[in-house]
């Protein structure tokens, strides 16, 4: 039991320890900053081709591709809320409301004393009116014989700290109840099909997708500035009856509980196949989004869309600039046994001839619209910690609960010493002018 | 060519900070008064330009002015400016304007290489959020520059301070739960006299006629110097905090998600983690003075991170340069 006891004390008072605690912050706010710096969740090659092998390799083995998710982080803010935890039982609330108990008042760096006249009673008295009209709180004890008074100001405000502890604690559930019930996707719908969202069985139709781009003339030169994505949506949910929304960006629609966004947007392609010029029905048998890629029948070659360009230069055959639908083409890579035969970029309604008598011809695009999907039962308790976190923060930072040692004693006949000294939970500096003008004011009234 | 009023308001403003720093920061060396007369309402003066230019960019394009780095730097030196002065009346504190105005100048300067012209907002940025979330953000920030400015001259002054200093007997502090203490030289037993100074040495060298050290005492003490710095980060700190809790509501709104782990967003929390150590750090009394205002200081340095080296440098979210 004893080892067992040693164990726990070692724990408390490591844990309860503010200056590890503010260890943990380093290493927590260092892996944040990694996060930043290192791309996360690209392909390894990518960061071998970024860094040297070796630091690649590190940031492979360490997860720090994925830093955000990796043992490490979700171990440090773990370290932290069990810090935080002992902190808050071991020493803010403790701290929260000292015992009232004697000083030696000229030990404590802000103190004052002066004679007054009167008998101790009497001063006490006064003092008492003196701190009271000012909003102390007054409260007289007797250690020793001696009549000591506690004067009080802002003593409810001891308690910021440990509301900001909680709002912390509160937000660490919030997070914890999206992980343990909580899901997100995403999904893309060309015009006018359907979509069904696995998680929710609900089913989403594009009825029309529309976005606005505007060309601007700035000092840099013409800017194609986004306006709008609007997507027209039929959705059924789970009482299955089909419901018209309009999703905008910042503007997501609520289905049983589930929200969904407008995030993307893009061009799917319809294509023809032809072999020695007549038509391969079913090939493509889909519209493809830019990304995809198919097989061309009886060869070991595949062709991927690779992407939508809107406006071809007509002089130069290029992409222009404008992403607004003017002269679309399609690029076009061809694939044989996994090595790339070439890309091309082929305008609207012109084939390509892909060898062997093969040639493919992009006929038709189609909008889609990416949806992001989410459900969080976790929010409302994260906003109300938000809010508590806040609130603790601001009677922390913003209310300094301070406390008067008063000690009167008589001197001679009709005449008494007072001696007052002061603490406050952020040391004597903060305090210093205040308690100067206080004990400047209280000598002018008492003497 | 006529120029346009929000331009106008902008040259004033920046000639106006430029005057302004280089009286203040000739005050922060000679003491001289008409120096701090002559540049404490040329700095208001620039603020109030400066504000007038934003309301004015939003009056002539009907498009809220924050919504790109230009607009958004603005803001922020304003801010910095508008805090400074609110610290330079409750704390007397004009001494550090010429610094305070010199950064704000040059902030300023810099949004204004960003300026496009009119551009309407892109969809993300199509919410009221935007008139929520971005000045507290960008407030935030202001106050951190402020504390940083502040952590400056306590740093200069310790440093400087060092080579008066005798070796001397540092007592521990009490709390209100903490233990009797020996006497330190904060306390004013005698009400005829001044408190006197933190650094006693420091104030023989000046008796004995020693330039630096006479001029060394003109600053406030370390401990002054420190309040003032808790006092800054403590507008800060709740700030990016609301800011951060504001963002993530706007991300909720616009992405879906309310932590999307974007670079800004998480170049924001470790600023938000710096600060949130060196509040801790300061209610420690061995760690309150040199070394959390080292922790302002690399604290600022991570603003300076989140704001401009995540909008331009790294892609993410929030790559609309705001």
């Known amino acids: ?124 008295e006064r003092l008492a009116a003196f701190f009271g009209r000012r909003g102390w709180q007054i409260r007289e004890r007797l250690f020793d014989g001696v009549e000591w008074s506690f004067a009080d100001k802002h003593n409810w405000a001891r308690r910021g700290v440990l509301v900001a502890h909680i709002g912390f604690v509160i937000i660490a559930a919030g997070t914890t109840i999206y992980w343990a019930r909580g899901f997100s996707g995403e999904t893309a719908v060309l015009t006018g099909e359907t979509v069904t969202v696995p998680e929710t069985h609900a089913t989403i139709r594009l009825n029309d997708f529309r976005y606005a781009i505007q060309p601007i003339m700035t000092k840099s030169g013409m800017v194609y500035q986004p306006i709008d994505y609007v997507s027209d949506v039929t959705v059924t949910g789970k009482d299955g009856v089909p419901k018209h929304y309009i999703v905008r960006v910042n503007h997501p629609i609520d289905v049983d509980g589930t929200l969904y966004y407008q995030s993307s947007y893009g061009f799917g392609m319809r294509f023809r196949l032809t072999d020695r010029g007549v038509a391969v029905p079913g090939v493509p048998g889909r519209t493809l989004a830019e990304g995809d890629s198919f097989e061309v029948p009886g060869t070991q070659r595949s062709v991927v869309y690779e992407r939508f360009v809107p406006t071809v230069d007509k002089q130069s055959g290029m992409p222009a600039a404008d992403p607004r639908v003017n002269d679309p083409g399609v690029v076009l890579g061809v694939v044989q046994g996994g090595s790339s035969l070439g890309e091309a970029l082929i305008p609207l309604h012109q084939w390509v001839d892909l060898g062997d008598g093969w040639r493919m011809t992009p006929q038709r695009y189609v909008l889609y619209s990416g949806f992001q999907y989410r459900y969080d039962p976790g929010i409302p308790l994260v906003g109300i910690g938000a809010f508590v976190l806040v609130a603790g923060l601001i009677v922390s930072f913003y209310f300094l609960p301070a406390r008067l040692y008063v000690r009167v004693d008589r001197t001679a006949a009709g005449r008494s010493h007072v001696g007052v000294a002061a603490t406050t939970v952020k040391g004597y500096d903060v305090f210093e002018n205040e308690f100067r003008r206080l004990m400047v004011t209280l000598r002018g009234e008492t003497t | 060519m006529k120029m346009p009023l929000d331009q106008v308001l902008l040259a004033t403003a920046i000639g106006a900070y430029v005057l302004a720093a280089l009286a203040l920061l000739v005050y922060f060396f000679s003491r001289e008064d008409w120096l701090r007369n002559f540049g404490a309402p040329l700095a ?36 910095a400016v508008a805090i400074f002065i609110g610290f330079a009346f409750r704390y007397r504190a004009w001494y550090a304007g010429g610094f305070v105005l010199v950064l704000a100048a040059i902030f300023l300067a810099y949004g204004a290489t960003w300026n496009e012209g009119t551009l309407p907002a892109v969809p993300s940025l199509q919410s009221y959020w935007a008139k929520i979330h971005v000045p507290i953000v960008v407030s935030s920030y202001a106050a951190f520059l402020v504390a940083f400015v502040f952590s400056c001259i306590y740093l200069l002054k310790y440093y400087a301070e060092r080579g008066f200093m005798q070796p001397q007997v ?70 990016i905090s609301i800011g951060i809790i504001t963002g993530a509501m706007w991300a909720k ?68 340069k705001v």
């Open chain 2, 253 to 320: 709104e616009s992405w879906g998600a309310y932590w999307q782990w974007d670079p800004k967003e998480t170049a924001a929390l470790a600023t938000w983690i710096v600060y949130l150590a060196y509040m801790h750090l300061h209610t420690r009394h061995a760690w309150r003075g040199l070394r959390t205002n080292w922790v302002s200081v690399l604290g600022f340095v991570s603003v300076i991170f989140c704001y401009l080296g995540v909008n331009i440098w790294i892609s993410g979210l929030h790559s609309y």
């Open chain 2, 44 to 79: 208001i003066a620039g603020c109030v330009a400066q504000f007038a230019q934003l309301i004015a960019r939003y009056e002539m394009t009907g498009i809220w002015p924050l919504l790109n780095l230009y607009g958004s730097l603005s803001l922020f030196s304003a801010m």
């Open chain 2, 170 to 239: 540092v007592a521990p502090m009490a709390t209100d739960a903490g233990p009797v203490v020996p006497a330190s030289p904060l306390a004013v037993a005698d009400f005829t006299t001044p408190v006197e100074d933190s650094t006693p040495a420091l104030a023989r060298a000046a008796a004995s006629g020693n330039a630096v050290a006479a001029w060394l005492t003109t600053l406030p003490s370390l401990p002054q110097l420190d309040v003032i710095v808790y006092r800054a980060v403590a507008i800060g700190l709740p700030l």
């Open chain 1, 1 to 124: 039991m004893t080892a067992v006891r040693s164990l726990y004390d070692d724990f408390v008072r490591t844990f309860g320890n503010v200056l590890f605690a503010v260890s943990l912050f380093v290493v927590w706010g260092a892996l944040t900053i990694v996060g930043v710096v290192v791309d996360q969740g690209k392909d390894p090659s990518v960061y071998f081709q970024a860094y040297a092998a070796p630091i690649a390799r590190a940031i492979l083995r360490l997860s720090l591709d994925n830093v955000y998710h990796s043992p490490w982080y979700v171990g440090i803010v773990g370290l932290i809320l069990l810090s935080l935890t002992v902190c808050t039982f071991k020493r803010v609330i403790p701290a929260r409301l000292p015992p009232l108990r004697p000083i030696k008042v000229d030990k404590i760096p802000l103190h004052a004393g002066f004679e007054v006249a009167g008998d101790p009673e009497t001063v006490r």
